[in-house]
């Protein structure tokens, strides 16, 4: 396994410190701790107090920004273990201030009534071009957190920092691990989260033509959610379809549909997000 993919895996591999008390460390070379970072942490620790079912949802509040430089905590609360469902409350802490709070519930797989809507028809990821993230951190500083950490990303379309202004009202991109992954479902899931969270911000900036390259503003996750609706492995590709509905007030909201190359729907997540325009100086 490449030095890369094994030093995000050991970003997923969380410190045992007491019952229901977990450590993560953190991604260098920020000024803050990435959201996605901290949810797919927090979902490890969850995962790691249930004995059966697969986490089927998530809803989670990002409450202050995380400082990279200092280990985070993670306190689980085993609210409901029941017969098909286990509920559990995280905690994040840092320097005794909760930083990002979270419920997860597990579902016992059972049958049922299976429909999706449909996969759009787009290009395979084969017939698209490998994503190469600029040097200059204004572009693309997302998705830097994946540069060199063993992952595949390739956009349907001109990456957004090269598209032309409005001409792209929606994100569309494939991504997979380059590796083969251990067949551990929670693993697989907090990937997918993890990558979830890389562009959902940027969505909302593309329905009025702005970039997040030519305009200056301040951006931050203020909740993420997300509802996983079959296995999946994140190991082959997957497509992240997402669109941003509406924005009011400062805020804006993002959708995001999460296939697999097979067509089928994996996930689907929702975030709201803080996004200040900054007037230009006059």
Request: hydrophobic share 40%; charged share 20%; aromatic share 10%.
């Amino acid at each position: 396994m490449s030095e890369g993919i094994a030093s995000f895996l050991n970003l997923l591999d969380l410190e045992t410190i007491e019952v229901n008390i977990f450590r993560g460390q953190n991604l260098g070379g920020r000024a803050r701790v990435f959201g996605g970072q901290v949810a797919a942490q927090a979902l490890i620790a969850a995962g790691r107090t249930v004995e059966q079912g697969r986490v089927h949802s998530l809803h989670a509040y990002f409450l202050r920004a995380g400082d990279p430089g200092v280990p985070i905590l993670y306190e689980v609360d085993r609210i409901r273990d029941g017969r098909s469902f286990a509920t559990r409350r995280v905690v994040a802490i840092q320097r005794g201030r909760a930083i990002f709070n979270a419920a997860y519930s597990f579902h016992v797989d059972e049958p049922g009534l299976i429909h999706q809507n449909p996969m759009t028809d787009i290009p395979v990821p084969d017939d698209l071009p490998v994503l190469e993230i600029p040097d200059d951190r204004r572009y693309g500083p997302a998705l830097s957190y994946l540069e060199g950490n063993g992952f595949d990303i390739r956009f349907v379309g001109e990456a957004p920092w090269r598209a032309r202004p409005g001409s792209i009202e929606r994100e569309q991109l494939w991504f997979r691990a380059t590796e083969a992954l251990a067949d551990d479902p929670l693993l697989h899931t907090a990937i997918m989260t993890f990558v979830s969270d890389l562009t959902l911000v940027s969505t909302i900036l593309l329905r009025h033509g702005l970039s997040l390259f030519d305009t200056e503003f301040f951006g931050a996750s203020l909740d993420h959610c997300m509802w996983f609706h079959r296995p999946f492995r994140v190991d082959d590709w997957i497509f992240y379809d997402l669109n941003s509905p509406v924005a009011y007030g400062a805020r804006g909201l993002s959708h995001g549909s999460l296939y697999a190359k097979n067509g089928d729907l994996a996930a689907s997540v929702a975030q709201e997000g803080l996004v200040r325009i900054e007037e230009p100086n006059q």
